[in-house]
């Protein structure tokens, strides 16, 4: 397995990371059963992945649960991210909520489903707008200082706002949306982004050592090459809720995948690790959240550390895209 760091970080991470959210369970991703799910982390752990992203909200609590079950006994063997902010109801209202009493409530929540006394990065899922900055921050670093958590990270939020958080406490991670198709997205299941990676948030964590970690890789399994005009999911999958995925959109980024799927045939390698491939280049990933429901996703995910892109291949899936982020789709 290859490795990488950041300054911000003292710890090594494996290239490939491991996305817990396909293993939140059937109601939320097509194909899923827990019995894979834990198949496939045991896989990533026997192949060398040694970091976990998972949130609460994903499949409200259930994804946790899993990974917990799944790492006992081999806790000490890796690094589990979680996050902070989304919170529930008891009719499954999922509303957002940074303030200092709720994040206490939830740190422990995530701590007894993950069967942990500690998260590695504990990490604001999304911005919320009712409850100061300086709050949420004194809040985490009063956390931090339990040793209930270790490090302190972002998620989807804009610059500013992400500067304005580091003057509170330290923060180590940027987790935001980037993947060959959507380098500097506006929107992310029709919310609205206030973040640009590729201009604003990557050179931000180029400048200050933070470690960038990218969600959706694979731009939820389109990058893997598979997906037709349609039929690709039912409405029971949460990529049916992602606008991209269907209509005329879906057309536009398959136009893109079959000009890519051309190149990744031309150097005989599967589409799936040449995207892999071309976010790992970037020097301010340590790792890559990939999802996985079973050990077959894993290993494709993994073989993709066994090869690198040369400068020569970026260039030429460079050209292939230009055209699209001339006209704002990429």
């Not at 896989?43 to 994903?58: E, I, Q, R, S």
């Not at 536009?252 to 995948?257: C, S």
């Not at 996703?297 to 020569?312: F, K, R």
Request: proline content about 5%; hydrophobic content about 40%.
């Amino acid at each position: 397995m290859k490795m990488k760091k950041v300054p911000a970080i003292s710890e090594e991470y494996s290239a490939i990371g491991f996305g817990c959210w396909a293993i939140s369970g059937s109601d939320v991703w097509n194909n899923t059963t827990d019995h894979d799910s834990i198949e496939a982390i045991h896989a990533a752990l026997d192949l060398g992945v040694n970091f976990f992203d998972v949130a609460p909200v994903y499949g409200l609590g259930h994804a946790e649960t899993v990974l917990g079950q799944a790492l006992e006994g081999k806790r000490d063997q890796v690094y589990i991210a979680s996050k902070c902010g989304l919170v529930w109801d008891a009719q499954k209202n999922v509303t957002v909520n940074l303030t200092r009493n709720s994040l206490f409530q939830e740190i422990d929540a995530s701590l007894q489903r993950l069967q942990t006394d500690h998260i590695d990065i504990y990490q604001m899922h999304w911005p919320d707008p009712q409850t100061p900055i300086q709050e949420t921050m004194e809040a985490l670093v009063d956390i931090q200082n339990t040793g209930k958590i270790r490090y302190i990270g972002v998620s989807n939020f804009s610059l500013a706002l992400t500067q304005e958080a580091m003057k509170y406490g330290e923060v180590v991670s940027y987790q935001g949306l980037y993947n060959l198709l959507e380098q500097n997205p506006t929107t992310y299941h029709a919310i609205d982004l206030d973040y640009r990676t590729q201009d604003e948030i990557l050179p931000l964590c180029r400048d200050k050592g933070l470690a960038y970690l990218p969600y959706s890789p694979l731009f939820q399994g389109l990058l893997t090459g598979s997906f037709s005009q349609s039929n690709n999911f039912d409405d029971n999958d949460v990529r049916s809720e992602n606008p991209k995925l269907s209509g005329p959109r879906l057309g536009q980024y398959l136009e893109i995948v079959k000009q890519l799927k051309t190149f990744a045939q031309s150097i005989d390698k599967p589409l799936t690790q040449i995207a892999l491939n071309w976010l790992i280049a970037e020097e301010a990933i340590p790792t890559v959240i990939c999802g996985a429901q079973n050990p077959s996703h894993v290993e494709q995910n993994v073989a993709s550390t066994t090869w690198e892109l040369t400068n020569d291949m970026i260039a030429e899936i460079d050209q292939i895209v230009a055209p699209y982020k001339t006209s704002g789709l990429v």
